[in-house]
């Protein structure tokens, strides 16, 4: 191999630092690899430190390996690199390149005479050119040179050397079959044995060569600090739900409130804006804390808030339950006494000790039936009126219904309708204003917010009253219906009838009877409500005898005014009605000609009858002949008369649960009958309060309450406790029928 | 309808407090307002939440807190939060 050095020298005697270094190697091989040399760099280091790769090879005096026939030095200026001291230079260290076949390097020098001017020679480059500029300043400023090369600004590049690759034998592959391939098996078998006989054969040397380090250099970069910030979000699982499935709704609120936020009734409408959020869910704002500050910049965005939250409908829904709930607290045992519920005690209130006492009380003495009186329907709206008639809701049995009118020939006032319910005792639902007084109520069953409400001008009305306005739906005013009523609509009732002709529902029609002795079933045409009569209630003359004579009573109406009516309550198309006369009339929907049967027996105006709701045949009617009489069907005299006061009976209704008990209602008391236990007296009597005449009872449907109306427009609930009533009512009633009867008989018998 | 609440004899005091919990109406004195306002609208939309989670189509109607003293009604809404203050009946 052929080997040429050049050996490089630094001149390490001057204190300055040296700042050109050696060019590159080149060097090849003859036979493989070829060893690329990099143009020459200069290495010079940012301090000025010599960065100068060592030379890789330290010329050996045994450099009898060089066979080279020249040493080349690359522009060793050994007579101006003497002069220049200045090169410190750590070292001094010949630097020997292998070049084969070179012709680029130029030198002057063999080994010998390099070795001897290391001490004094400088490499020179031939291509940084700045190098012999910085040179030859050097030589000239030779003597100034530390103060000024000091302060120079000296241009360093440092750049990268192309890869240098020192041994690169790739190994060759030769087919077994070839034709040479004995020779390569041979020298495969010769290496083999030579490293075999490697180990302490004394022709091989083992010289180890270190690889020298370069020198690690820091680099470092600022860059702008990244921000930061924490976000965080709580999920849950409704809003999910508002954002998945109803946006909407969401969209719909975002809008109202960014109406507000534009509502130009104050001119803060920016700073208002910014902080209402758009979505819905999270309507937090500002803490409490500033919500002082704020109140004061904003008190009049808070009026315009006030206006609005009042003014929506979901303030009067919240006031709605509020209002409930509050109530619910104040008669909370009243309602619970009401649904039959265990009434809850306060923990630590003052009145327990002498509830407690009450309590034992009542063990003691024998419990005896009794009404106590819960709650009042009242409020300013109704004072002063009188109740004439009240209705519950077939559908939700909290809803009361009280129609409300004077009937004084001198004060007509007009009438008033209110829906009340059980949960709000001090304010009606509805209130309806009517034209005249009313006399008569009646729910629909079909609709169950449809009410109609009869008058004392004979009109009738259909009030819708779900929504907050009740509208009204039909009216039958004087105008609009030919066949209205002409006198007060004493009675009203929705029943259902036949299957219609499709077999598939209950039509359900709405009848009255008025004091023009008119019959009427009402239906809806075009222009409001029409009617058809389903009976007249003709006068029968045969027991009495007008003074007049018949010509004059011809003129007159001939037909007596009906007071009262009541369906059969599984056939429906029967019914009874009491009449002006005393008589009750057993009518069919489908004879209107005819009564099917006449029962008498009062001589006064019958106010009140009432089928039994449990006894299928059996009717009560009372009277203003002060007494109550129990009828059977198919008898033409009463089973039963009751009389206890010496007034006119008001109203009379039977009991929904017990078949033998029925309340009635004269001006001064509230009376329960319960035949089981007397058949001469009522076993609970309630006197009417001081001033206040009942005139209308109702029973609770579900409960085992009484409702009473009087004429201060009170509904008072009255609770009955304490009936003791027998297990089979229905039965009893029959058989107590039938004892009476023979008894009647047998007194009869014996009065004869 | 509100005044027939603040009109209720054992109704201590109502307050109607706005979206950014300032109570724009009220019958008891501002600070007090003030500070139920502030307190309570975190308890609402504490238990509203609470509620909604184990149902999202559940909301709330009503809360109550009753204490030893008196019970707390509160209605809360979007809008609006509406508290009144009742005493112990009877």
């Given amino acids: 191999m052929l080997t040429e050095m050049l050996i490089v020298i630094l001149s390490p005697s001057s204190s300055r630092t040296i700042n050109i270094s050696v060019s590159g190697i080149q060097s090849t091989r003859d036979t493989n690899g070829v060893i690329g040399c990099p143009s020459r760099k200069s290495f010079i280091g940012e301090c000025n430190n010599d960065v100068t790769p060592q030379p890789l090879y330290q010329a050996d005096p045994a450099a009898a390996q060089s066979k080279a026939s020249r040493l080349f030095l690359d522009e060793i200026s050994a007579g101006s690199a003497s002069d220049q001291t200045t090169a410190t230079g750590s070292f001094t260290m010949p630097f020997s390149r292998s070049i084969f076949g070179s012709s680029r390097i130029s030198s002057q020098s063999t080994i010998e005479s390099v070795n001897e001017e290391i001490e004094d020679t400088f490499p020179k480059r031939d291509l940084p050119i700045n190098f012999p500029e910085v040179q030859r300043k050097r030589d000239i400023v030779k003597e100034h040179v530390t103060e000024d090369m000091l302060k120079e600004v000296t241009d360093i590049s440092i750049s990268e050397t192309d890869s240098i690759s020192l041994l690169d034998i790739p190994s060759t592959f030769v087919s077994v079959d070839a034709d040479d391939a004995e020779a390569t098996m041979e020298r495969n078998n010769q290496y083999a044995e030579l490293c075999r006989n490697r180990m302490g054969n004394d022709k091989y040397v083992d010289q180890s060569v270190q690889t020298l380090n370069g020198a690690a250099k820091n680099k470092q970069v600022q860059s702008d600090s990244i921000m930061m910030v924490d976000s965080a979000t709580t999920v849950t699982t409704w809003d999910m739900y508002d954002s998945l499935i109803s946006p909407e709704q969401c969209e719909e609120l975002c809008s109202q409130e960014l109406r507000r936020a534009d509502c130009p009734e104050v001119g803060v409408d920016t700073s208002r804006g910014a902080e209402r959020s758009v979505s819905v869910g999270s309507t937090a704002s500002s803490g409490n804390s500033e919500g002082e500050v704020e109140a004061f910049g904003s008190g009049l965005n808070a009026e315009s808030d006030l206006q609005l939250i009042m003014l929506s409908e979901r303030f009067h829904h919240s006031l709605l339950v509020m209002e409930r709930s509050i109530l619910g607290n104040t008669f909370q045992p009243k309602l619970a006494a009401y649904r039959q519920l265990p009434v809850t005690h306060e923990p630590d209130s003052l009145v327990q000790p002498g509830m407690v006492e009450q309590r034992e009380e009542d063990t003691h003495s024998p419990p005896s039936p009794a009404v106590e009186r819960l709650w009042t329907f009242s409020c300013e709206l109704s004072r002063g009126r009188s109740v004439h008639t009240m209705a519950w809701n077939k559908k939700n049995p909290d809803l009361l219904a009280v129609g409300y009118g004077e009937f004084g020939f001198s004060n007509q006032k007009p009438g008033l309708v209110c829906c009340w319910s059980l949960k709000n005792p001090t304010w009606p639902e509805r209130a309806i204003q009517c034209d005249s007084a009313v006399t008569s109520l009646d729910f629909s069953s079909n609709n169950p917010s449809q009410l109609a409400v009869g008058m004392q001008d004979g009109s009738i009305a259909i009030y819708n009253v779900k929504n907050q306005e009740s509208e009204m739906f039909f009216t039958s005013v004087c105008s609009e219906c030919p066949n209205r009523h002409l006198d007060p609509v004493w009675q009203l009732r929705w029943t259902q009838q036949e299957l219609s002709p499709t077999g598939e529902e209950e039509i359900e029609s709405l009848f009255s009877v008025a004091a023009d002795g008119r019959i009427s079933k009402w239906f809806i045409c075009r222009s409001g409500l029409d009617c058809i009569d389903l009976m007249k209630l003709k006068k029968i003359q045969t027991t009495k005898k007008k003074v007049g004579g018949t010509q004059t009573e011809s003129v007159l109406s001939a037909l007596t005014p009906g007071l009262c009516f009541d369906f059969h309550p599984t056939d429906s198309s029967v019914y009874l009605v009491g009449t002006w006369e005393g008589l009750v009339h057993k009518c069919s929907c489908s004879n209107n000609q005819q009564f099917l049967e006449t029962y008498r027996k009062h001589f006064c105006p019958v106010n009140c009858i009432t089928w039994s709701p449990l006894s299928p045949d059996v009717f009560l009617s009372c009277s203003s002949d002060w007494t109550i009489q129990l009828w059977k069907q198919d008898r033409h005299h009463p089973m039963l008369g009751f009389s206890s006061t010496q007034t006119a009976v008001c109203d009379i209704k039977w009991s929904p649960k017990w078949a033998t008990v029925f309340g009635a209602v004269n001006e001064g008391q509230l009376a329960i009958w319960d035949l089981n236990s007397s058949l001469l007296e009522p076993i609970i009597v309630q006197p009417a309060a001081a001033g206040v005449k009942m005139k209308s009872l109702l029973f609770a449907t579900q409960t085992d309450c009484v409702l009473v109306g009087d004429s201060d427009g009170q509904v008072a609930v009255y609770q009955l406790k304490n009936l003791s009533v027998g297990e089979s009512s229905q039965v009893q009633l029959l058989d107590r029928v039938q004892s009476d009867v023979s008894e009647d008989y047998s007194a009869c018998l014996n009065g004869l | ?90």
Avoid: W
């Avoid at chain 2, 999202?56 to 939060?81: T, Y």
């Fill in chain 2, 1 to 90: 309808m509100l005044t027939r609440i603040e009109a209720h004899k054992s109704v201590i005091g109502t307050i109607v407090v706005n979206a950014d919990g300032i109570p724009i109406r009220t019958t008891l004195d501002n600070s007090t307002a003030n500070q139920y306002a502030g307190l309570f609208r975190q308890l609402t939309l504490m238990a509203r939440s609470t509620v909604r989670d184990i149902d999202p189509q559940n909301d709330l109607l009503v809360l109550r807190v009753r204490s030893k003293k008196h019970e707390i009604l509160v209605a809360p809404e979007n809008d609006f939060l509406l508290i009144v203050i009742q005493n112990e009946c009877e």
